[in-house]
């Protein structure tokens, strides 16, 4: 049966209900006839049902449900600009990553090829050392050779190099004066009485002359030799040094990319982390003051010791709260652990402040 | 024919159903031979037979009464309608006779009860009486409330389908007068736990808490009654309780 009251009933209805109820109003009479009226409505009181879990679990009334609603969205467009610009900024990271291992690859092949090639100039030192000894060695021998053949000759000359460094002293004093000692020793053979041993004994310069010279130019030519090569050796060292050097500086610029590969892990870490609840935190941020308070009921303190759920309540607020909102105590504490957490004074109105 | 001699044309022949087991039977029988025989005797003479045919139709008038304790009352009348044959000297008449029987009876359902048995809480009221075909409740603050169990049964079970509204509106115009202090009346209870407390500024008034806010001025209980007596003619029902008390007082200073 079809019947709507009419406003002077509704009123009446009201007045009569305040009875028993005081609180009781036209306006909420209103109400309760629009729900019966549209109980049967597909959808509206899945709709109620929603608003009150909106109310329940969320805290949000149902007439701000619109006001969160258009909230939402805006930060929902707001965190998609956000997520589009962190996409972005992965993708950036990602290139950088890349092009960090490939150039990563680059010096190490560059390191390792830098590597090889010290290793082959340290095994061509290695040989050229080897031989330089060699040489050392033959040259060595070579002297041996000739100094005893120069013995050799002394002794078949009977001359002691006192006598050829005599010969030579006198060879040095006679051209000193002008002369040749060819010519003084012939002068000598036409004042001696001894042609024999003049002959024997001008020879025997003659030929002491030429190998003092032949030996002269074989230490020359060895001391130059020997200059060449301390000189391709100095080359060698000073090429090593700078390898060395190189290859300090492609070591640490190595740990350097390392270094910059695990930062860029550690920001993708975070990022997946907390990316989830900035939303939550751009909302916190949006709030002037935020207070931290856990309730201080002595009750639920005890129930909680055995049941975690059963505990007291936690909650924040962005206005001094005058009591708790789960079970209506007054007598709130702040919640020091999460003013600790934030390193910030307990009590004192935080405003969350969040980085560019 | 009942309904038109009681001035009712618009309730459901349902309501009347509901009703039937309200009369004494035994009681009404008796009265209606009694009536029957006295008009055959009346128009005919003593020594006529008659056979014939007769329905009782109680009929239910709703009231509210808002008074110390709200409740709806229900006064239930019987209608008896006959068709009678009487055999006479000159031959066999036909009369019918239609009217009020027996004295009405009345049924007195406070809010609270017809609160509680929307509930299904009637168990929260104690059961001080029971017959074959009455219980008798004791409600806090009104007469022990009496009631035929076939009623409440009946109540019940339609309660369970369709709304008191619209079961009131089943009574018809007489119905649809009552049911906004009805609805109210329950609506009122059902908010009762569930709402803020009003401050005197915005609460509204009623007798009750008009003499009690005077008794706690150290008026006597008579002297607070009195008071709010005369006061009565110039209290408006959509006044604030706060609003009332000054009238009342300034009505008691003006009387004395």
């Known amino acids: 049966m079809d019947h709507e009251f009419t406003v002077e009933e509704i009123r009446e209805a009201a007045r009569v209900a305040r009875i028993y109820c005081p609180g009781f109003s036209d306006e909420k009479f209103e109400s309760l006839m629009e729900l019966e009226s549209r109980a049967d409505e597909p959808g509206y009181l899945e709709a109620v049902q929603g608003l009150l879990r909106l109310e329940e679990e969320k805290g949000v009334l149902c007439t701000e449900a619109l006001d969160a609603y258009e909230g939402l969205l805006e930060s929902s467009t707001k965190l998609g600009k956000q997520v589009a610009g962190l996409e972005l900024k992965l993708q950036s990271l990602k290139d950088q990553i890349r092009h960090s291992k490939e150039e990563y690859g680059r010096i190490k092949e560059a390191t390792g090829k830098a590597e090889r090639e010290l290793a082959g100039v340290r095994g061509k030192h290695g040989e050229e050392e080897k031989e330089l000894n060699a040489f050392k060695k033959k040259a060595e021998a070579e002297k041996q050779r000739i100094d005893k053949e120069i013995e050799d000759y002394h002794q078949r000359a009977n001359v002691t190099r006192e006598d050829v460094a005599t010969a030579g002293q006198i060879k040095a004093e006679v051209e000193s004066h002008g002369f040749a000692l060819e010519l003084v020793l012939g002068l000598s053979q036409e004042f001696t009485g001894h042609e024999n041993a003049r002959e024997k004994l001008a020879e025997g310069l003659k030929k002491h002359g030429a190998l003092t010279r032949y030996l002269k130019e074989l230490a020359e030519w060895g001391e130059g030799q020997r200059a060449a090569l301390k000189s391709e050796l100095a080359s060698l060292e000073s090429q090593r040094r700078n390898l060395d050097e190189s290859r300090s500086y492609l070591e640490t610029l190595l740990s350097q990319l390392q270094a910059d590969v695990t930062a860029e892990e550690e920001l993708r870490r975070f990022y997946r982390r907390y990316q989830g609840v900035s939303g939550l935190m751009e909302h916190l941020a949006g709030w002037n003051q935020v207070f931290f308070i856990r309730c201080n009921n002595p009750l639920l303190a005890l129930t909680g010791a055995f049941d975690r759920n059963s505990g007291n309540a936690h909650f924040w607020t962005d206005k001094p709260p005058v009591m708790c909102p789960h079970c209506g105590y007054r007598q709130l504490l702040f919640d020091e652990r999460l003013y600790e957490a934030l390193n910030w004074p307990v009590g004192v109105p935080l405003k969350l402040r969040l980085g560019e | ?256």
Request: aromatic residues 8%.
């Open chain 2, 1 to 256: 024919m009942a309904f038109q001699l009681a001035g009712i044309d618009d309730m459901s022949p349902d309501i009347s159903d509901m009703f039937a087991s309200i009369a004494d039977a035994d009681r009404i029988n008796s009265e209606v031979e009694k009536i029957i025989g006295t008009a055959t005797r009346n128009r005919y003479g003593g020594k006529e037979t008659w056979k014939g045919e007769r329905w009782c139709i109680p009929i239910p008038e709703l009231h509210y009464d808002g008074r110390d304790i709200p409740q709806l009352i229900i006064e239930v009348k019987i209608y008896l309608v006959a068709t009678a044959g009487v055999r006479t000297k000159q031959g066999f008449r036909l009369i019918t006779l239609m009217g009020a029987v027996g004295k009405p009876e009345t049924l007195a359902i406070p809010m609270v009860f017809l609160h509680a048995l929307l509930e299904k809480d009637l168990g929260r009221f104690a059961v001080v009486a029971r017959d074959a075909a009455n219980t008798t409740w004791e409600v806090q603050g009104a007469k022990p409330v009496r009631l035929p169990s076939d009623f409440i049964s009946e109540l019940t079970e339609t309660l369970r389908w369709k709304s008191v509204v619209a079961w009131l509106l089943e009574f018809g115009s007489q119905g649809r007068c009552v049911a906004p202090l009805v609805a109210g009346s329950l609506l009122g209870l059902q908010f009762q736990d569930s709402t803020q407390p009003v401050p005197v500024t915005k609460q509204g008034w009623t007798t009750d808490d008009l003499v009690s806010a005077l008794e706690s001025m150290a008026f006597r209980h008579g002297e607070a009654r009195e008071m709010v007596n005369r006061a009565t003619p110039r209290l408006r029902a959509d006044i604030t309780l706060e609003e009332a008390i000054r009238l009342t007082l300034q009505t008691g200073k003006g009387g004395d």
